[in-house]
DNA sequence: AGCACGATTAACT
DNA sequence: GTTAATCGTGCTC
């Protein structure tokens, strides 16, 4: 059952932990391709160095000013989609990245996507799931908590809080303290 | 100019 | 097996 907007209306560390154990979904074509959430980070409004909305409302960051529960995604380095969720209060500027997830279903889709790399490194970091998933620029915006969504979080369970590796946030090393060190980076350990 | 990355190298255990 | 360095790529500001 899908994630409803009051899951993703509140606190963004809170729903970044929370999201671990969740699985994120993929309708394409008549195919269903998903996985479960085992790493994600959280960005917290203009006063967080490391979130996009540092510079304020721009044409990229609107999404991220609007309604909680809708994608934010954006091109990294040219090559790199990056799939991110909008939290927090409607007006408020914050999301979670999506940074890695563990394959469930429709894995022969992924491979065939990722170029056939072993099946750990298939959805392994951003870039890679949002590509295994077919994610781009043509989700931004998409509402993953509508009818008819092609993109949502499912229910799945919940992690144990002594299951979650809390860490400093990945690739924001020009970021000034004390920004750069907030552990803001979560994922499952494995067993 | 500067990236919320990934694939590939090269140098180490 | 690991870590460190490099750089392509195109969009935002």
Known sequence: ??????????????????????RLVRLEAGRRLSG???????????????CHARAGRTPRTTVMYGPPGCAYVYLNYG???????????????AA??????EPMEGVEVMRRRRGH??????????GKLA????????????DLCARGAVLFVE????AAPSAILARPRIGIHSVPEPWRSLAWNFRLSRE
């Open 1 to 22: 059952m899908k994630l409803p907007r009051a899951f993703f209306a509140r606190d963004t560390v809170t729903v970044a932990r929370e999201l671990l154990g969740q």
């Open 79 to 93: 090559l790199h989609w990056m799939l991110n969720i909008v939290t927090e209060r409607n007006g408020f500027p």
């Open 155 to 158: 229910r799945a369970g919940n």
């Open 117 to 126: 790399v072993p099946d750990r490194q298939l959805t392994n970091g951003p």
């Open 131 to 142: 590509q295994a998933l077919h994610i781009t620029g043509s989700l931004h915006g998409h």
């Open 96 to 101: 979670v990245l999506i940074r890695a997830i």
């Open 36 to 50: 479960i959430i085992i790493e994600t980070e959280a960005y917290v409004g203009e006063t967080d160095l490391a």
